[in-house]
């Protein structure tokens, strides 16, 4: 069964750059079709895409957040990276990892289902 | 401000049939699937239902999921106390250069 881990720091000083990295356990990261995504959740409202990652290194971004978001991936250790940069309190949410189809079976291709989540990283940003 | 609007809350009794909306456009639910979660707080969220109706391995017929024109609903039959948590509508937003796109989420309180 496939299973993600988030790590990294609990805690962002106000301007700075939030990195996270996502490790991925007892399966492939790079499986044809599917992509490696960043979801946020900030307290008490809905999940928010960041953006995702194919094991290639091409990358999707929501464009509300692109001009600070940075998704990379190193296929020999499994894992996910992500940097936010220039943080604002705006930016505490839980922070999770996730894999992500990309559906082109329309003939038009698609951001499908998440299928397999981490338990998710609250990050904080205060001074 | 989610760009799919669900209802912040739901209820209903043990063994009752529930409903959860979610309203879009045509920039999303009108034109592409729509998918739900269902997340227990502090636990990660689970796929339950995908492309618009379909249920993945594992999840009970008790839910299942419809769409109408912009709007979307999942439907939970025979409720359980278990069922109790936050659910979530999501899916493809065609608007500015694409994005995955959820709703606010809605608590589903099992009296």
């Known amino acids: 069964q496939l299973q993600l881990q988030e790590s990294g720091p609990g805690l962002v000083r106000p301007s700075e750059t939030l990195s996270l990295t996502c490790t991925v356990f007892?399966?492939?990261?790079?499986?044809?079709?599917?992509?490696w995504g960043w979801i946020r959740q900030p307290p008490g409202r809905g999940p928010e895409w960041i953006g995702n990652i194919y094991y290639s290194g091409s990358t999707f971004y929501n464009p509300s957040l692109e001009s600070r978001v940075t998704i990379s991936i190193d296929t020999s250790t499994k894992k996910i990276s992500l940097k936010l940069r220039s943080v604002t309190a705006a930016d505490t949410a839980v922070y999770s990892c996730?894999?992500?189809?990309?559906?082109?079976?329309?003939?038009?291709?698609?951001?499908?289902?998440?299928?397999?989540w981490g338990q998710g990283i609250l990050v904080t940003v205060s001074s | 401000q989610s760009v799919l609007t669900q209802p912040p809350s739901a209820s209903g009794t043990p063994g009752q049939r529930v409903t959860i909306s979610c309203s879009g456009s045509?920039?999303?639910?009108?034109?592409?699937?729509v998918f739900w979660y269902r997340q227990v707080p502090g636990t990660a969220p689970k796929l339950l239902i995908h492309r618009d109706n379909q249920r993945p391995s594992g999840v009970p017929d008790r839910f299942s999921g419809s769409k109408s024109g912009t709007s979307a609903s999942l439907a939970i039959s025979g409720l359980q106390s278990d069922d109790e948590a936050d659910y979530y509508c999501a899916g493809w937003d065609d608007s500015l250069s694409g994005n995955v796109v959820f709703g606010g989420g809605t608590k589903l309180t099992v009296l």
């Open positions: 996730a894999r992500q189809l990309r559906d082109c079976s329309g003939g038009y291709c698609y951001f499908a289902e998440f299928d397999y």
């Open positions: 007892a399966g492939s990261i790079s499986t044809s079709g599917y992509y």
């Open positions: 045509n920039f999303n639910i009108g034109t592409h699937s």
